[in-house]
């Protein structure tokens, strides 16, 4: 089955720095890839969605100057989580699709997790 | 308004089936009923996936009646490690999925 990755897979940071995330589809080109966080015991929260060589989408609430999204390639998309303080503490989960050829299965990676301090 | 309506949790022993059913209500007709699994600190996993009738895969079965109002997660004989949340998405299949609360499924010995 078609595989996501993300790196790190955990980080703690000081309050205040910026914080970069990176999804990787390992083994098929993803044409969208989704970002979504989740703080504990709560389901998963879309935050964005990015198209290869396009601007992101953001949700409605968040901030897309503080959470920059960029999908410069078909397997890499990265969450720059700028200027952190510790409300952003939470767990990253990255998603991937690729539609070409009518495959919509919507792949997730392992999830990175936040902690600010 | 949310999408989808599920129970909060759910405890079963070893080698039980569960059904777990949730009510989409306001489906729409593009929309696909998929189901997903999430353990702790992981991301989720794409259990199965169907329209309209019954899907069956290796691991669950899908029941889905003629309204399409609502529909059935069936797991046969469970074990310890299916402990996990149940997730429930409707939708188109060009669109991301969105997430309800889920089922927490506890899987007794």
């Known amino acids: 089955g078609a595989v996501v990755s993300q790196h790190p897979s955990w980080v703690i940071c000081k309050s205040g720095t910026s914080v970069k995330i990176e999804c990787r589809s390992l083994?098929?080109?993803?044409?969208?890839m989704f970002w979504y966080r989740q703080f504990p015991k709560q389901s998963l929260m879309l935050m964005a969605t990015?198209?290869?060589?396009?601007?992101?989408?953001?949700e409605q609430g968040v901030e897309k100057d503080k959470f920059l999204i960029n999908h410069a390639s078909l397997t890499l998309s990265t969450l720059t989580v700028t200027s952190a303080h510790p409300e952003d503490s939470s767990f990253y989960i990255c998603s991937a699709r690729d539609l070409r050829g009518g495959y919509n299965e919507q792949f997730f990676g392992p999830g990175t997790r936040l902690t600010v301090l | 308004l949310a999408k989808t309506t599920q129970p909060i949790s759910m405890d079963s022993y070893e080698g039980q089936e569960v059904n777990i059913t949730c009510s989409h209500n306001?489906?729409?007709?593009?929309?696909?009923i998929t189901w997903y699994q999430q353990f702790p600190s992981q991301g989720p996993r794409f259990i199965i996936q169907?329209?309209?009738t019954k899907v069956t895969n290796e691991v669950a079965s899908l029941f889905i009646p003629a309204d399409r109002k609502s529909s059935t997660l069936s797991l046969p004989r469970v074990s310890l490690s299916d402990t996990a949340v149940y997730y429930c998405l409707v939708g188109a299949l060009n669109t991301p999925l969105v997430f309800g609360k889920g089922t927490r499924l506890s899987v007794i010995a």
């Open positions: 169907g329209y309209k």
């Open positions: 083994d098929f080109q993803a044409t969208t």
């Open positions: 990015s198209n290869e060589g396009s601007k992101a989408t953001y």
């Open positions: 306001n489906i729409a007709t593009n929309d696909y």
